[in-house]
């Protein structure tokens, strides 16, 4: 009776060590930062989530099928030696698309808010993520190179 | 094997199944974080200085005088500094008459539609030409397509004509040329 018990125990064991070591956790890739290019002082600039190569594009791999939490961090300014500019994400300045072949222009899932938290099941390439936005400079911006963080979080949701 | 002994393995073989199990839940991350960045650069702010009256030296009464926009020295010269081939606008609040210190005479002063010269090479008002800018240009209605010229910087000369009234009051007169200048984003 004991022997089973133990037999039992440690086939358990390696099966659940098995399927937690098979399952692939979320990794998220930086496609491409979200990029102004030369801002004239005073003149405000957008940036589409439509844009490729100056949208910020993330791309989330993982289990095919589970779904994920999508939560972005996302700066109020850029920095350049003190000195600040204004930054503005509106409320449909993200997209995302699940689908085996991606598209930026005419994505899955559009006009999505990244204030809040997304969900998405990933696909079978995964799950990629766009993100516009805006900046402010003033009309007495000093000149340089500005940049800023946008942290984007990732996590299966379990279902 | 007794009872005692196979209670033993038991218990050492549940303890190493959970060591294994949290060392194997550790290894799967729970959530991922990615660090993106936004970029961009900011080029040089806009200026515009008045380096040079609009002058008309001696004037007599009842004799109009014009000042034209190509004298080196007399013409009214506007130094405007920025970014290098950026699309700029220009506008000039132009005054209708010139008036004594006190304010007790007022001389009429008018703008011709060739009055104004826009110099993107930086060269002076007498030697510029139609391809170093625009020239003869109508100073209330300036071209929309102006740029800062490549090496910064872009010139704006101005020339203009008074007409004094045949009582005109003698005295040194004056008045205001305002100007505006802006990236329009091209």
Known sequence: MCERRILCSLVCGVIVLLFSVSTPAQTITINNNLLF??????????VTKYTA???SEFLVTGTAGNEIS?????????????????MIF???????????????????????????????RLGSAGLTIWL???IVPKLYQKSGAYSASIVLTVAYTGS | MDIKQLSQIYRWSVI?????????????????????QATANVLAALSVTATQALQFGNVYQGVAKSQDETDDALSGIF????????????????????ALADGSDR?????????ATVDTMNVTPSTVVATDGWVDTDPNNLPGVLVVGQAGQTNLYLGGKVIPAVDQAAGGYTGDIICNVAYNGT
């Not at chain 1, 290019?37 to 957008?46: E, F, L, T």
């Not at chain 1, 997209?95 to 809040?116: G, H, I, L």
């Open chain 1, 37 to 46: 290019g030369n801002i004239y002082p005073g003149i405000p600039k957008s």
């Open chain 1, 53 to 55: 190569g100056a949208a």
């Open chain 1, 70 to 86: 999508i939560d972005f961090t996302l700066p109020t300014y850029m920095n350049q030696g003190g000195f600040n500019m204004q």
């Open chain 1, 90 to 120: 509106t409320e449909n300045d993200c997209s995302f698309d699940t689908r085996a072949t991606p598209s930026q222009s005419a994505p899955e899932y559009d006009n999505q808010d990244p204030w809040s938290t997304l969900y998405g």
């Open chain 1, 132 to 134: 516009g936005g805006t």
């Open chain 2, 16 to 36: 190493v199944t959970f060591l294994v199990l949290v060392v194997a839940a550790g290894s799967v991350r729970g959530q991922d974080v990615a660090n993106g």
């Open chain 2, 79 to 98: 130094d405007i500094v920025g970014a290098a081939s950026a699309g700029i606008s220009i506008y000039l609040t132009l005054p209708q008459y010139m």
């Open chain 2, 107 to 115: 001389m009429t002063i008018a703008f011709g539609t060739t009055d």
